[in-house]
């Protein structure tokens, strides 16, 4: 039985998310044996603690450092200290590949790309490489050690370009879309839905979630919430906090002082995100890539908020550039983007028929194919 070993990383969880849905699709469709690894906790538990928890606490307080480092990650100094870093710590990844001693090993995250492209070229392991790149704009850190790599799967075909004119083999390059959870491709009875979560069947729903973890710009994301709530009365509105406490109980005081509790629903944490999905008329997010690949597969226009600067910034650019979402920025009134946006009825519609041309359903099953022929 061939052996696949999919590495991630917990900068964000859409790394990890996608691992999973990989997961799921080859254990359930094909004869093969794999396991998820964290590749920086295996390499280091306290580097790993440490890291993921300064990106964290970057991201969420100092968001324009990140988005700094970010960008000056991709080449110069910063670029040479990361892939020197990661150099150093693929010796220590070594001792896991030889363990597992996998047939291919699927990379969701930088590092563990440039980790296992050093061993095969330093030929201290022999296992074929896949990468699967998790946004909708490239980033030079996931291509390092590219000649080592064997398939790379990117979103869109802006990104499949970029890797071309890189340098990459055009027979490498599959735009496939990110791996999703095969619960986006499901059908559901929206009537239990509804009923599930106490909404009323004859009211259009908005899928709002607040920052997750991050909590980013609780002020910002307040103001928006209670612009949707003031703004759209014949709205139900679904606020997701995720598991972030102040965001939750933000929501609930702004829910009560606006007497909406009939109409507003605050939800901490839910499993049911397709399910929501499939009964919303639009999603306000940031635009993580695994957030904004369900939404497309949903067919559900966006309305932007909050994003990381860095990658989600350019996601956002891309995504208002092909006319599937709105970007509320800083400087942006909320009342004036809401009302124009949920005035013109004509453009939500152009929006969702949009989505349909970026959507890549059958995202998780595609790449899997490919990957069973590599191997």
Not at 246 to 271: C, I, P
Request: aromatic content about 8%; overall charge positive.
């Amino acid at each position: 039985m061939k052996k696949i070993l999919i590495l991630y990383a917990a900068y964000g969880g859409g790394h990890y998310s996608a691992a999973k849905s990989i997961k799921k699709c080859l254990d359930d469709n094909y004869e093969v044996e794999t396991e998820i690894v964290d590749c920086i906790e295996y390499v280091n538990k306290i580097l790993n603690r440490i890291t993921t928890g300064a990106y964290k606490e970057m991201a969420k307080k100092t968001p324009n450092l990140w988005g700094s480092i970010y960008m000056n990650s991709q080449k110069g100094v910063l670029g040479h200290v990361s892939s020197g870093a990661n150099k150093m710590m693929a010796v220590k990844l070594k001792n896991l590949v030889k363990e597992k001693n996998p047939d291919l090993v699927i990379s969701t995250h930088p590092f563990s790309s440039q980790m296992v492209s050093y061993l095969r070229r330093k030929r201290k392991i022999d296992c074929k490489l896949v990468t699967i790149l998790t946004d909708f704009a490239p980033h030079d850190q996931w291509l390092i050690g590219h000649e080592y790599t064997d398939a790379f799967f990117v979103s869109n075909e802006r990104m499949g370009k970029y890797l071309k004119d890189y340098g990459i083999e055009p027979s490498k390059v599959h735009v496939t879309g990110i791996p999703l959870s095969d619960r986006f491709s499901s059908s559901f009875d929206k009537k239990s839905i509804y009923h599930e979560f106490k909404l009323e069947e004859t009211k259009p729903v908005i899928l709002f979630f607040g920052g997750g973890e991050f909590g980013l710009g609780k002020d910002r994301t307040l103001q928006i919430l209670d612009a949707l709530i003031h703004n759209l009365p014949t709205y139900q509105i679904v606020a997701i906090s995720g598991r972030n406490l102040k965001m939750n109980a933000g929501f609930k005081e702004l829910v009560q002082e606006s007497n909406s509790q009939d109409r507003v629903k605050v939800l901490d944490y839910t499993n049911k995100v397709p399910e929501l999905m499939s009964i919303s008329t639009i999603v306000v997010t940031k635009p993580g890539g695994l957030t904004t690949s369900e939404s497309l597969a949903s067919n559900l226009p966006m309305l932007i908020i909050n994003p990381i600067p860095g990658q989600e910034e350019e996601n956002a650019e891309y995504l208002e550039k092909h006319n599937v979402a709105v970007w509320l920025k800083k400087k942006d009134d909320p009342n004036t983007v809401i009302q124009e946006l949920f005035s013109n009825p004509d453009k939500l519609e152009k929006m969702k028929e949009n989505t349909k041309l970026l959507a890549k359903k059958n995202s998780t099953n595609d790449i899997c194919e490919i990957i069973m022929k590599l191997i």
